[in-house]
């Protein structure tokens, strides 16, 4: 079964409307319509709050969606791609910066281009990767 058939049954095992779950939840009753309809899914910290507002574990709550499953993992990986995109280009920023100041040095210079070189080189690996 998937989620969100499992979320419309047990938000009618409860006795509850959608709009009462959707005042409990803070969100609007079509996003509750969405959930039970699979048409979009919860985030992480939702499901929790519903697992524990029906008295399900989080095991029978998920079991057998796993199209929701990949959704949460491709998020996760998005994410993490983020934040290493983000560092890659923050040091871009220092290698530039130490090319500008040690040009005097040669060899330090040629490292710190080698260096810069891969770190742009990552961060369009990374660009590509998340579109």
């Known amino acids: 079964m998937i989620i969100g058939e499992q979320l ?49 574990s989080l095991d029978e709550l998920l079991r057998g969606d796993q199209q929701m499953v990949r959704s949460w993992v491709s998020a996760t990986n998005t994410a993490k791609t983020g934040k290493l995109l983000a560092l890659l280009l923050l040091l871009n920023l220092i290698w530039t910066g130490g090319i500008i100041i040690f040009s005097q040095i040669v060899w330090l210079t040629v490292v710190l281009l080698l260096l810069l070189v891969g770190c742009i080189a990552g961060a369009f690996y990374l660009v590509i990767k998340l579109i």
Do not use: F
């Open 8 to 56: 419309r049954q047990a938000r009618m095992t409860a006795g509850m409307s959608q709009e009462q779950l959707a005042e409990m939840m803070a969100v609007s009753r079509q996003t509750i319509s969405n959930w039970e309809n699979s048409r979009s899914y919860p985030d992480v910290e939702r499901v929790m709050r519903l697992a524990e507002l029906y008295h399900l």
